[in-house]
């Protein structure tokens, strides 16, 4: 079982739901991540999804792409969102840390660390950093078995996102390669946009759990204690990530692992209470 099964099986005993924050990797301050990502489970995180920067975010709202072309202005590419991994995990061992980002990182580092013996060195070098799981927005379903098995022998999930727009035949697609759990963009459009529908995402749940037998988790449009709890009513996990990126876009360096700490905290008790 790997450790985000895990960590949903014992939230899950617990009659808990998980809260999963985002953050871009090396955002706001290029050395802040490792930290920051020691704050989020001090506040309460279960999983932590950590973006990898890519200059064409296609399904990035303002608030992240602004994050993201920082941290590759700082220089933060996949090398260094792994070396950020491999120093939290010095400390922390049991989080599940799940990488989220595009195609082109992936098969740009695939390529420039080529051992030559036909496997990817992105698998390789990820599993070894201690990465749970990965999300690549780009990767389609039906053209990502291979990709899955190599992940899943390394002891990583493959995890995908479903929107409301999504087909019953996506749904299986997304079913017969998903694992960890599945990310719904309870929007249309993209990160940080527009009010959530609470209803609507109640609603969509059961047909999304019809298809797939992993936990669902909801994201995109969460921005407060209420909201949260109300997806955790009827989701899995419930996912932050725009709110994080703005609430510590504007603060001193010593301020930005207190402040999402301080928000998380609020958001995990919510969900318990």
Known sequence: MSRIASTFAALKAQGRKALIPYVTAGFPFADVTPELMHAFVAGGADVIELGVPFSDPSADGPVIQKAGDKALAAGIGMVQVLAMVRSFR??????????????????????????????????????????????????????????????????????????????????????????????????????????????????????????????????????????????????????????????IDAQPRDQVAPVAQKFLREIRTALDS
Do not use: W
């Open 90 to 247: 010095q400390q922390d061992n049991s989080t599940p840390v799940v990488l989220m980002g595009y195609a082109n990182p992936v098969e740009r580092y695939n390529q420039k660390h080529d051992r030559g013996d036909g496997k990817s060195a992105f698998v390789l070098d990820a599993a070894a950093a201690g990465v749970d799981g990965v999300l690549i927005v780009d990767y389609p379903p039906e053209e990502c078995e291979g990709f899955a098995a190599e992940l899943k022998s390394a002891g990583m999930d493959l995890i995908f996102l479903l929107a409301p727009t999504s087909t019953d035949e996506r749904m299986q697609q997304v079913a017969r390669v998903a694992s960890g759990y599945v990310y719904y963009v309870s929007l249309k459009g993209v990160t940080g946009s527009g009010a959530l529908d609470t209803g609507a995402v109640e609603a969509m749940l059961p047909r999304i759990r019809a298809h797939v037998n992993v936990p669902v988790g909801v994201g995109f449009g969460i921005r407060d204690a209420a909201t949260a709890r109300t997806i955790g009513q009827v989701a899995d996990a419930v996912v932050i990530g725009s709110r994080i990126i703005e609430l």
